[in-house]
C-alpha cells in the first residue's frame, strides 16, 4: 500500500472523499480535518508536523475533489 505524508494534499483528498463522500469539506473544522488525516491507513507522517496552511491546502484540494464528485 502507498503511503503519504502532509505534503501529499491531493492524496489526502481522494481518501477522504473516499472515506466521506456525503461530508462537504468545508463544514470540517481542522481539528477534525487533522484526527480524519492522521487515521487514514495510508498516512505515515508525524502528526505533529501540521501546520494552519497543510490542513488548509489539504481541505481545498478535497473541495475541488468533492465538487467533481458532487457534480458527476
Keep these: 500500500m502507498a ?18 463522500p456525503d461530508v462537504d469539506p468545508l463544514t470540517v473544522r481542522f481539528t477534525d480535518l487533522h484526527q480524519w488525516v492522521t487515521e487514514l491507513a ?8 501540521s501546520s494552519e496552511g497543510i490542513l488548509e491546502s489539504i481541505q481545498m484540494a ?11
Aim: net charge negative; glycine share 2%.
Design 42 to 49: 495510508e498516512f505515515s507522517d508525524d502528526p505533529e508536523m
Design 3 to 20: 503511503t503519504f505524508n502532509w505534503h501529499n494534499s491531493e492524496d489526502i483528498a481522494i481518501a477522504l472523499s473516499e472515506k466521506f
Design 62 to 72: 478535497w473541495y475541488e475533489e468533492w465538487q467533481d464528485t458532487a457534480g458527476a
